[in-house]
């Protein structure tokens, strides 16, 4: 069992910067990647970027590849996504996932979700 908890989300304006992080705890927690979802309100659930049980892999999707950096520090047991260059398309709630191939993108792909955290983008 892996338990995921996210913070950092909030209001910014369009260019501007965010880091979102998620806590994550379980006792087979090295045994997973983990990675960042996103669903805009009326839109479906997509996949944003991910990381290998290492850090050493990254997977982005291409509407984030060049402003958002997915990064994990093992030693606490956290994963990061820092956002630059945010768009007002960029609003949504983004939620931590934790899978066995970090390199899905499909939502089925990953076992155990946060709750997530909501990031405003304005124009």
């Known amino acids: 069992q892996v338990q995921l908890v996210e913070s950092g989300g909030g209001l910014v304006q369009a260019g501007g910067s965010l880091r979102l992080s998620c806590a994550a705890s379980?006792?087979?927690?090295?045994?997973?990647?983990l990675g960042w979802f996103r669903q805009a309100p009326g839109k479906e659930r997509e996949f944003v970027a991910s990381?290998?049980?290492?850090?050493?892999?990254?997977n982005y999707a291409d509407s984030v590849k060049g402003r958002f950096t997915v990064s994990r520090d093992n030693a606490k047991n956290t994963v990061y996504l820092q956002m630059n260059s945010l768009k007002p398309e960029d609003t949504a709630v983004y939620s931590c996932v934790a899978g066995l191939n970090f390199l899905r993108r499909q939502a089925s792909g990953y076992d155990y979700w946060g709750q997530g955290t909501q990031v405003t983008c304005s124009s």
């Open positions: 379980g006792p087979t927690l090295s045994s997973y990647g």
């Open positions: 990381i290998s049980r290492s850090g050493g892999g990254t």
